[in-house]
C-alpha cells in the first residue's frame, strides 16, 4: 500500500506563491504516474495537473496553465506543484494521488493512491 502525504499549504495573498509537496512511501519515479486534484468548499473535485513516469511529459488543466508546474524528484520520491500568480479562486484542499498506469488520467477514482490533502487559501 503506497502512502501519499502532501504538505506545502497554506494562506497566501492573491499573486503569491506556494509549493506543494507530494511525498511517497516509495519510489514512484518509474512507477507511477501522480496528479494532483484541488475541491473548492461546494465544488467538485477537480484535475490540476498529471506528470508520467514514462516519459515525465506533464499536462495541465487549462484553468492553471502557465501559472502551476509540476515536477518530480525521484530521490526523494517527491512530486512537486509549484503554484505562482495565485489567484482566490484557486482556494482549495489540494489532492495528490498515484496511479501505476503510464497512461495520465485526469479523473480522481482511476488513481490507485490519494492523499489527504492540504488546504491552500489565497487571500484577495
Known amino acids: 500500500q503506497v502512502q501519499l502525504v502532501e504538505s506545502g499549504g497554506g494562506l497566501v495573498q492573491a499573486g503569491g506563491s506556494l509549493r506543494l509537496s507530494c511525498a511517497a512511501s516509495?519510489?514512484?519515479?518509474?512507477?507511477?504516474?501522480v496528479g494532483w486534484f484541488r475541491q473548492a468548499p461546494g465544488k467538485e473535485r477537480d484535475f490540476v495537473a498529471s506528470i508520467s513516469w514514462r516519459r515525465d511529459l506533464p499536462y495541465y488543466a487549462d484553468s492553471i496553465k502557465g501559472r502551476f508546474t509540476i515536477s518530480r524528484d525521484g530521490a526523494k520520491n517527491t512530486v512537486y506543484l509549484q503554484m505562482n500568480s495565485l489567484k482566490p479562486e484557486d482556494t482549495a484542499v489540494y489532492y495528490c494521488?498515484?496511479?501505476?498506469?503510464?497512461?495520465?488520467?485526469?479523473?480522481?477514482?482511476?488513481?490507485?493512491?490519494w492523499g489527504q490533502g492540504t488546504q491552500v487559501t489565497v487571500s484577495s
Open positions: 516509495e519510489r514512484t519515479d518509474s512507477t507511477f504516474t
Open positions: 494521488a498515484a496511479t501505476r498506469s503510464p497512461v495520465i488520467t485526469t479523473i480522481w477514482d482511476s488513481h490507485d493512491y
